[in-house]
């Protein structure tokens, strides 16, 4: 397999943990994602992704697929263990919400490509877009925190094994951490980052800093 990706990328970071806890390597094929010249924008990669995001990943048997939600829950059909679904179809429906909740929600707002168009289109500087990502984060995680604290039974977001709500959270949480959101004004996502920091899966795959 071969995974196209981005480093700062939360979406990224959300399959290259999915690997990880599969036990399942993916060759990596780097894709620049900021400014106006990134490679994310340009006719190659956009030839190979139409929407030209990351993270993309070639299939063994050729086929691309996009989206972290879709590329995550193919990884765990292709290798069943550690499942990433939790064993009920409630708790599947929560952990889907969740991971939708922050990647349609609150990831959708933020990307480079958003930023690009706030400083062309009404002239954002660098603050007033870093203004504009801590308001659409803390509006959407403390939803998410809402979400969990009324549901919450086990260690992690549902349950007492990772999930692909947790694989969600977890990049976006170590972002507004960067952001300067204090995670401890939403204490159940707090404590599960905590908790998943702890486990090299997630910690060694971390979305890295923008530099």
Known sequence: MKLYQNEI???????RIALALKGLTAEALPVTILGENSESRQAGYRSVN?????????????????????????????????????????GRALARSIALA???????????RIGLHLKTAFQAD?????????????????AVETM??????????????PSIADIF??????????LGLDL?????????????????AFHENAPAPRK
């Open 169 to 178: 959270l977890f990049p976006q949480a170590i972002s507004a951490r960067r």
């Open 9 to 15: 990328s939360s979406a990224t970071s959300r399959v």
């Open 50 to 90: 139409p929407q030209g995001l990351v993270p993309a990943l070639l299939t063994d048997s050729g086929v691309l697929l996009t989206q972290s939600l879709a590329i995550v829950e193919y990884l765990d059909e292709i290798k069943p263990e550690p499942r990433l679904l939790p064993d009920t179809a409630e």
């Open 126 to 142: 660098a603050d007033a877009i870093a203004a504009w990502s801590r308001h659409w984060v803390g509006e959407g995680m403390g």
């Open 184 to 200: 401890t004004q939403w204490p159940n996502i707090a404590e599960i980052v905590a908790k998943l920091e702890a486990i090299p």
């Open 148 to 161: 969990i604290a009324g549901r919450r039974q086990g260690a992690f977001v549902v349950g007492d094994r």
């Open 102 to 112: 922050i990647a349609a929600e609150i990831h959708a707002l933020l990307p480079p």
